[in-house]
Antibody
């Protein structure tokens, strides 16, 4: 198993910025074979990919969220982070971090999510 | 954007049944499709990648097939541990999940 652990506030006010960190308990965050991603799941609903980052800082984001998403990485701390700005109640969800292997058969883009954190519920409410 | 549509949304079945879940893509994604199982309160678990490749440690009663725009996940003989929600995910262009199929006990 490759433990990943999300951390951050469980309550964020509307219009503010949601900030979460994922800690990877090994130095694999610098491994050239993986991106590291964020996925969310509103209560009782399906999964939505938010975005992913490579150890070099290269990022991919969901076009529908891109304008509000910032993902960063700190390899020295084995962490990557998510910031989602201007949140509303629609952003209430369980947020997961996950390992995102690179698909070298198809252009070197991220592929599946093979290891996941346990998830953290973030509620947007005043 | 590539949209993924799963059917059915809910499936009722019994232990020992053979069940099939379908996932359709809005455009061709070759075989860049994965399947996940999610149980309540838990993170999803990767079952199948590249449409038909079984992830290590996943029981052989799970299988996947398809290419292009139509894909299936089959469970050959349902076990009690298999009652969960299943999601498909395309990774041909960015990443999109289907809306999920809840597999319930009949």
């Amino acid at each position: 198993q490759l433990p990943l652990q999300e951390s951050g506030p469980g309550l964020v006010k509307p219009s503010e910025t949601l900030s979460l960190t994922c800690t990877v308990s090994s130095d694999s965050i610098s491994n050239t074979f993986y991106y590291w991603g964020w996925i969310r799941q509103p209560p009782g609903k399906g999964l939505e990919w938010i975005g992913s980052i490579y150890y070099s800082g290269s990022t991919y984001s969901n076009p529908s969220l891109k304008s509000r998403v910032t993902i960063s990485v700190d390899t020295s701390k084995h962490q990557f982070s998510l910031k989602l700005s201007s949140v509303s109640a629609a952003d209430t969800a369980v947020y997961y971090c996950a390992r995102h292997p690179i698909n070298y058969e198809s252009g070197g883009y991220p592929s599946t999510f093979d290891y996941w954190g346990q998830g953290i519920l973030v509620t947007v409410s005043s | 954007d590539i949209q993924m549509t799963q059917s059915p949304s809910t499936l009722s079945a019994s232990v020992g049944d053979r069940v099939t879940i379908t996932c359709r893509a809005s455009q061709s994604i070759s075989t860049w499709l994965a399947w996940y199982q999610q149980k309540p309160g838990k993170a999803p678990n990767l079952l199948i990648y590249k449409a038909s490749s079984l992830e290590s440690g996943v029981p052989s009663r799970f299988s996947g097939s398809g290419s292009g725009t139509e894909f299936t996940l089959t469970i050959s003989s349902l076990q009690s541990d298999d009652f969960a929600t299943y999601y498909c995910q395309q990774y041909n262009s960015y990443s999109t999940f289907g809306q999920g199929t809840k597999l319930e006990i009949k």
